[in-house]
């Protein structure tokens, strides 16, 4: 195990530091993420004493990491098989699993993401299931309690930042965009945006006052240190949050006892908890 983590680690410092040649950087970047990420599960599972061949890898959006968290928890106490999740913008882990990322589960923030793939034939039609609705929320600094209760109020002078994750690979950085739109005010305050690459990194730079206001997935708010407020869901297209399988896996089993176990009561119920919306409720 000390000799796996020591090959990892020397692996790892060459693709990340190592020398770039001119030619192709792009592409060379891409392949040494993808590579990276391979050996930081290989070498989470040499330090966890979990095989690497019995460890389920997913990739899933960031919106998903709380509920996720607690989901892979009680799924490895009923299978015992363990699960590593790598959570980013869903455009960026799609990009991953296009180069070679070592994933055998892809849960994204919308539909065209993983129906693209499936196209792509990256991953497997059959095993496409859309498991939740997200909801798009205003948070607020708390200074700000009774002052700033809905879009409009944005355009206050007293916010003067307000964190969207990036909607060039986020979803729901697209979704609060589009509502800002719809609601008429976005040469009002298009000036004070200002961007997390994920959803949760928004959320995040409200919660350490780094920003007066958000526009983010409910699902990833502490509500000990914001205060939200649900937008209306007819500002934005919908959020539709999908799985499926990658073709090729060799835990393809172990990825669809995944997704069932996430269609069952108690993944439906933790679903409710962390504040999405089932599909069969819209």
């Known amino acids: 195990m000390e000799v796996l983590s020591i090959v990892a680690l020397k692996a790892i410092c060459y693709i990340f530091i190592g020398p770039w040649r001119k030619k192709s950087i792009v592409k060379e970047h891409l392949l040494r993420v993808s590579l990276g990420v391979g050996l930081v599960l290989l070498l989470c599972s040499a330090c966890t004493g979990a095989p690497a061949e019995s460890t389920l890898t997913v990739a899933a959006a960031a919106s998903l990491t709380n509920l996720f968290n607690e989901l892979g928890e009680a799924f490895t106490a009923e299978t015992h098989i363990p699960v590593i999740f790598s959570f980013a913008a869903t455009g960026t882990l799609a990009e991953q699993i296009r180069n070679g990322g070592p994933f055998d589960l892809f849960a994204s923030a919308d539909a065209y993401h993983v129906d693209a793939l499936i196209e792509e034939g990256f991953i497997d039609s059959s095993s496409r299931y859309e498991f939740a609705h997200g909801n798009l929320v205003l948070i607020v600094d708390p ?34 965009i589009d509502a800002i739109q719809q609601a ?31 526009l983010v997935a409910a699902s990833v708010v502490t509500e000990e240190r914001v205060h939200s407020f649900e937008i209306d869901g007819s500002l934005y297209r919908p959020i539709i949050h999908v799985i499926g399988v990658r073709h090729g896996s060799p835990k393809s089993a172990e990825a669809n006892r995944f997704i069932a176990f996430l269609s069952s009561p108690q993944g439906q119920n933790l679903l409710e908890k962390h504040r999405f919306h089932l599909p069969q409720e819209r």
Request: hydrophobic content about 40%; aromatic content about 4%; overall charge negative.
């Open 143 to 176: 200074v700000l309690e009774g002052r700033i209760t809905e879009l409009s109020d944005l355009s206050d002078p007293r916010i003067s930042r307000i964190s969207v994750a990036n909607p060039a690979h986020a979803p729901y950085g697209s979704a609060a």
């Open 184 to 214: 008429g005010i976005k040469e009002l305050v298009e000036k004070k945006i200002v961007f997390g690459e994920t959803v949760r990194q928004a959320a995040q730079i409200v919660e350490t006052g780094n920003a007066s206001a958000g």
